[in-house]
Every structure is written in structure tokens, then in C-alpha cells.
């Protein structure tokens, strides 16, 4: 179960994301306003924030600007009715993941916290995770969750080590090898990595 | 009992039908949207509505885009006009292809229209008939 932080000066909107968060199985604060959010950030560890822009006293744009000070590590989703080209870019460059303009669906929400959900797997948990999809064969969905894993981990062994492996699983022997080779190369001592490399060239030689 | 699925509804049109339905939904846990050319409707949401509010003309398909028609699972065309209603629905149901669609109907002799393309309907006149059949029946038993 994930704990989210969710920021808005209006308490039904606070209240809907809360209770959408809910539905999904995890836990959710609420705070007002900037101020309040900030106090909370440096509290207690949130898996994500869903923050609002216009607020009194301090805006979202200033707290995202806050926590990138902080270099805390806070994937956030802003939700705002105000969605002018400025706004977004700027809430962009603060490194946000997504910008929900108001009215939202909860099906809106919902897609957000999956790909909060995303940023925040542990790479080694989400390598488990990864690894049934592709014994699944769910190759589409995969390729999903290693490409974040890709932008998350660009010098980990591991985003290349699954992308070889669902590679050898649909066949693809070169793509494969190439794969594990650069994962390899990334980590010399990575032994999965290793151990499948030289079965598939063992393999690819006999 | 199974928990109920959150919906995004839209309502157009924030009479009084309209804004006691936005309540009812919103106070169910619905995302609830009301639209209405007239600011002044709003005042007549009911406490208890927790959604959004969208001034603008319905008719208008930009309108309907800011109140993200297309990713509604319900919208209500509840103006005073039988024809709003009508192209609401229709625009709702063939451009925007969401699945559910009520739309209130006052003349009876339109209702035909609405339901050549599936569009589900309410009908105040109507309604009140039943009610008064269903009244009626039951003087009659207390006659007998």
C-alpha cells in the first residue's frame, strides 16, 4: 500500500482524489495549501503527490520549486483548471510526471497513480514483477514498465538484462545477446546477465 | 456488497432537475460535471454537490470538449429544451460514443425521435401520470 500526498485549497477536490486513491487500495493526506505540504514532505515519506497550482499563500509552482531545492525525490501529478501553454511547460521543467486539468474523471486519477506507481518500483521488486509479465508473454506491458525502468536506472544492469530476456523469449536471439551484452558491460559482475549470455552463445554456436 | 465503480458524469443543464441530480451523484462518491449557460443556476446545487461547474453553451462542441464529454460514462441532457437535449444526446452518443445517455424528454410526442437512437429517456409529464394512476388505483381500492 502506497501513502500519497494530495494538496488542493478546495476540500471536495482534496476529497475526491483522496477517496479515488482509496479505491485503488492506498492510503492518502490532504493539505491545503504549499506551506502545509512542505511541512508534511519533510515528515513523512510520500509515494507521490497530486498537487493543485493556484493556492493562497504558497502555489504549487512554488512547492515544486521547494522540493527540487529539497532534492527530495517526489514524483507529482499537478491538477489544475488552469491549463495555459506557459503553465504546463513550466510545471514540465519542474520535472512533474502529469498535468490532469480540472474536470477530471476518476479514471484520470487513477491512470496518474499507476504511473506514480511506476517511477516508484523498487528496481529489484519490479524486475520479479517484470520477469512473470514477460513468462506471461505480456511482451506490450513489459516493454512498458522496462522502458521506465530504462529512464529511471539509465546505468543499471538490470532494464537491460529483462529487455534482452523478453527479446529471447519472443525469439529474438541477436536482439538478445546484444542486450545482455550491454548489461554486461554495465555491470561486469551481474551474474543473470552473464549465465544467460552464455547459454544463448553456447547455444547459438552448437 | 460490491463496492460501486466511481463514474465521470456530465450534467447539462443546472435546473432543478439537474442540480438535485448533481447532488444525489456527487454525494454517491461520482465525479459530477454541471454545464449551464447561466451562472446564476449554480446557486441552486445543493451542499452536498462536490463536483465541477462549466459555464458555457452546450450546443457548442468546444463546450462540451472543456467538460471532457468524451471521457463521460454517463451524460444527463436535462435542459428546459427538448432540443438542446436532443443534439446533446446525439452528439454525445455518435461523436463522443458514451455509453450512457439519459436525456429528459417534456413533450411525450418527441420521444419517439429519442428513441430511434437509443437514447434513454425521462419524461416529467409521464412520470406524473404513472404516479397519478398509481394513486388512483388505490382510492379505487379504498372505495371498494
Known sequence: ?206 | MKKRKSLYILIVGCGRLGSLSAGILSNQGHSVVVLDTDERNFESLPPEFTGFRIMGDSTEIEVLKEAKISKADLVLAFTDDDNTNYMVSQVAKEVFKVKHVIARVYDPSNLKLFHQFNIKTITPMLLALESLVGTFESIMEEEE
Open chain 1, 1 to 206: 500500500m502506497a501513502l500519497f500526498l494530495v494538496v488542493d485549497d478546495e476540500q471536495h477536490i482534496r476529497n475526491l482524489i483522496k477517496q479515488y486513491i482509496g479505491e485503488m487500495g492506498h492510503e492518502s493526506d490532504v493539505a491545503a495549501n504549499g506551506e502545509e505540504a512542505l511541512k508534511m514532505i519533510f515528515e513523512k515519506k510520500y509515494t507521490g503527490m497530486f498537487t493543485d497550482v493556484r493556492m493562497p499563500g504558497l502555489d504549487g509552482i512554488t512547492l515544486l520549486n521547494a522540493i527540487r531545492e529539497e532534492q527530495f525525490k517526489l514524483p507529482t501529478v499537478v491538477v489544475s483548471a488552469y491549463a495555459n501553454v506557459e503553465l504546463v511547460t513550466e510545471a514540465f521543467k519542474l520535472g512533474i510526471l502529469d498535468f490532469i486539468t480540472k474536470p477530471f474523471s476518476p479514471n484520470e486519477i487513477k491512470a496518474a497513480v499507476t504511473e506514480i506507481l511506476k517511477q516508484t518500483l523498487d528496481i529489484k521488486e519490479s524486475s520479479q514483477y517484470i520477469r512473470g509479465m514477460i513468462e506471461q508473454k505480456a511482451f506490450s506491458q513489459a516493454r512498458d514498465y522496462i522502458c521506465k525502468l530504462f529512464s529511471v536506472y539509465p546505468d543499471s544492469p538490470i532494464p537491460h538484462f529483462l529487455y534482452a530476456y523478453m527479446k529471447e523469449i519472443m525469439g529474438n536471439k541477436d536482439e538478445a545477446v546484444k542486450h545482455y551484452k550491454a548489461s554486461v558491460a554495465l555491470d561486469g559482475g551481474y551474474d543473470p546477465s552473464k549465465n544467460r549470455l552464455s547459454n544463448l552463445e553456447a547455444g547459438i554456436e552448437g
